[in-house]
Nanobody, 126 residues
Framework: QVQLVESGGRLVQAGGSLGLSCAAS????????MGWFRQAPGKEREFVAGINWSGSRTYYADSMKGRFTISRDNAKNMVYLQMNSLKPEDTAVYYC???????????????????WGQGTQVTVSS
């Protein structure tokens, strides 16, 4: 059983920065592709960023490019999302997701992932 636990969400002012963390309880974390998604009230869950098993490939949704950075530490079973230049429209619950897959392709849709965290709330005030 894979468990993903996000942390780091909080209230932040527009223009500010915030770092999210996701801890994975799985022995073979280094074989997992990981991603971050978010869901705002009344909206569908959307892809934010993804990273392949080794960390050699990353991919971002267009609106996050240049502002968000996904990274991972396989030795610590952690994946991170650094968010800069935050906007009120970034307000959402952010979810960490994982799939046991060794590939150079970064998964970008929710159906690609098998495991999900409970989410962490990020609120950006204007």
């Amino acid at each position: 059983q894979v468990q993903l636990v996000e942390s780091g969400g909080r209230l932040v002012q527009a223009g500010g920065s915030l770092g999210l963390s996701c801890a994975a309880s799985v022995r073979t974390f280094s074989t997992y592709a990981m991603g971050w998604f978010r869901q705002a009230p009344g909206k569908e869950r959307e892809f934010v960023a993804g990273i392949n098993w080794s960390g050699s490939r990353t991919y971002y949704a267009d609106s996050m490019k240049g502002r968000f950075t996904i990274s991972r530490d396989n030795a610590k079973n952690m994946v991170y999302l650094q968010m800069n230049s935050l906007k009120p429209e970034d307000t959402a619950v952010y979810y960490c997701a994982g799939k046991n897959r060794i590939s150079m392709v970064v998964a970008v849709t929710s159906i690609d992932y098998d495991y999900w965290g409970q989410g962490t709330q990020v609120t950006v005030s204007s």
